[in-house]
Structure formats: C-alpha cells, structure tokens
C-alpha cells in the first residue's frame, strides 16, 4: 500500500458523479450496513505498513482515528470534504515529505456492532475510498467511556513504518473523539475484535507508553461535540498525553489543524507562517486552528526523533 500521488481532479471526478448521480460519500454506511468493510475490517490483521518505495522514498506515516459514536458522527463526513486541503497543505507547501495517510474509526466495543475500523496507510485517492467505506455507527455506551484503548492497541502492535524502521523516526497519530478511554485493555475485546490472544489486561497507560514509542500522539477535542470542554476529559488525556491534547473551537477546521500540527513537527512551517499558508488557501480557520495549536507554538521543534 501506498503507491500513487493523490489527483484533485480524481477526487473531484468522484464527487461529481456521487451529485450527479445522487450517492452519498459514505454510501456503504448509509446503505444500512452494520458491520466492518472487509478493507477495514481489524480482525485476523497482521500488519498495518507504510512503506518506502522509489515513488515516495521518504515516507511520513499519518494515522487519524476518529470517534464515530453519538455527536462525533459527523467528524468523518468533514474529513471528506477538507481531505484536498489536508493533502494541498502537507504537499503543496511541503509541511511533510511523502505523506502516506491512514483513517480509521472508533467505537465502543462495549456495546457497538463495529467498535474498530483501521484503513491502509495510502498516498493517493485510496485514501478518500478508506473515508467513504467508514461505518458511521452513531452508538456508543453513554458513560463517557469510549474504546479508544482498543485502538492504541491496535496501533501499538499492527503497524509497521519504514519511517521508524529505517530512520527511527516516528509518525503522528491523532485521535479525534470527546470522550475517555477505558481503563484497561481488555483480552476478551482483543481477541473478539482484532483477533489477538491477550493473557492479561494491559493499563491504559501502558498502551499509550508503547503506542508513543512509534508515533507522535495527539488528541483534538471538538469544543461543539457533546462533552467539549469537559474538565475530566482534558485532565485524563493530559495526564496521558501532555501538551498534546488540543481543543479545538471549530470542528470545520480539524484538517488544517492536523496538517499544521504535523508541519511543525517536521520543523518544516512554524505557526505564523502556517496561518498566512492557511489565509492564502482561503481557509477561513486561522483561528481556531491558533487557539488549537497554541500549547504547541513555544515548545522545542523536530519531535519525531526518537
């Protein structure tokens, strides 16, 4: 995976026929569907990979995992429609070299029909395809607790980078949801969902030590979704992740936030130029993706080295 450059015109192509011909972007969840797309499907994977080639030495691997339960629904269909701005702002200005991008989906295994979904790390119009096969779920468990452990799980011990093999350097992952993780990595979700045979539980916050060994980790929090601003949800995640859980005011600006936060990890934009960059665009988000990435603005620079 991950051969091909992504075309405007490609993408373009493909949302004038979904007009014209009255599909939705998201056709495989609207028909109904109530489990995984084989292509997302976790179960019985061995390895997520984002690989070097001739065509894209270099790769950059970027993971987005969004909350598909309750008022996150609507984050994926946003996604789609931003997805030339995020790949424009990555290429185009060159915040990151060969950007290869995965998306995938969390609910909550719990209780949802479809608690994970993860794509293939791609760097062409595959990516928009990953997008449209996403179960939109709408579930959740309504105790403020979602599986984004699972998830990290998943992403700590199912992905492989050359990134990190060869340069020992890591990727980004952003998680986009409001609410908390379980406590626990649970055995019995693990092998229900991806198929691993777990002895014993793992902490939370032993996953995310692992997980943070191979990717740069943020958070983004919507303030509109159902718990923004919860002083529980920010404590928790920061007490896991640090300065890198960002609130963001406007749930329309995540793609520029994503691609701005991975250009000054890279060290290749600082803020003030990535806003001018988003002005250029005609992107009207300068500031929330300001306020967003405000935590962000004064640290030390080149954080992907191990």
């Known amino acids: 995976m991950g051969s091909g450059r992504w075309s405007r015109d490609v993408y373009s192509a493909a949302e004038d026929y979904r007009a014209?011909?009255?599909?939705?972007?998201?056709?495989?969840?609207?028909?109904?569907?109530?489990q995984a797309h084989p292509a997302l499907d976790p179960k019985g994977v061995f390895m997520r990979e984002s690989r070097d080639s001739d065509e894209h030495p270099v790769t950059t691997p970027i993971v987005v995992m969004f909350d598909v339960t309750g008022s996150m629904g609507n984050v994926p269909r946003v996604l789609q429609t931003k997805l030339p701005q995020l790949l424009g702002l990555?290429?185009?200005?060159?915040?990151?070299?060969?950007p290869q991008l995965m998306f995938g989906a969390i609910g909550d295994a719990t209780c949802d029909r479809v608690p994970l979904q993860v794509g293939q790390f791609e760097s062409d119009n595959r990516m928009d395809e990953d997008l449209a096969r996403i179960v939109l779920e709408g579930g959740g468990g309504g105790q403020k607790r979602e599986s984004y452990e699972l998830a990290m799980y998943f992403l700590?011990?199912?992905?492989?980078?050359?990134?990190l093999v060869q340069r020992q350097r890591k990727g980004y992952l952003f998680l986009i949801g409001d609410e908390l993780p379980y406590?626990?990595?649970?055995?019995?979700?693990?092998?229900?969902?991806?198929g691993d045979d777990l002895r014993e539980p793992i902490p939370v916050e032993s996953i995310v030590a692992e997980l943070r060994r191979k990717f740069e980790v943020f958070f983004i929090l919507p303030r509109a979704a159902g718990h923004g601003g919860d002083r529980e949800v920010l404590d928790t995640w920061r007490g896991l992740l640090g300065q890198n859980v960002l609130e963001l005011d406007d749930l329309n600006a995540v793609c520029e936030t994503i691609a701005l936060t991975v250009?000054?990890?890279?060290?290749?934009?600082?803020?003030?130029?990535?806003?001018?960059?988003?002005?250029?665009?005609?992107?009207?988000?300068?500031?929330?993706?300001?306020?967003a990435l405000a935590p962000l603005a004064n640290r030390p620079v080149q954080i992907r080295r191990l």
Not at 183 to 194: A, G, T
């Open 20 to 34: 014209s011909s009255g599909q939705s972007a998201f056709a495989y969840s609207d028909s109904g569907a109530r």
């Open 90 to 98: 990555l290429t185009r200005k060159g915040y990151a070299i060969d």
């Open 263 to 291: 250009g000054l990890g890279e060290d290749n934009v600082d803020l003030d130029e990535g806003l001018d960059d988003l002005a250029t665009y005609g992107s009207t988000a300068g500031g929330s993706v300001a306020g």
């Open 183 to 194: 406590r626990m990595v649970k055995p019995n979700e693990v092998r229900r969902v991806i």
């Open 156 to 163: 700590a011990r199912h992905v492989l980078t050359d990134s």
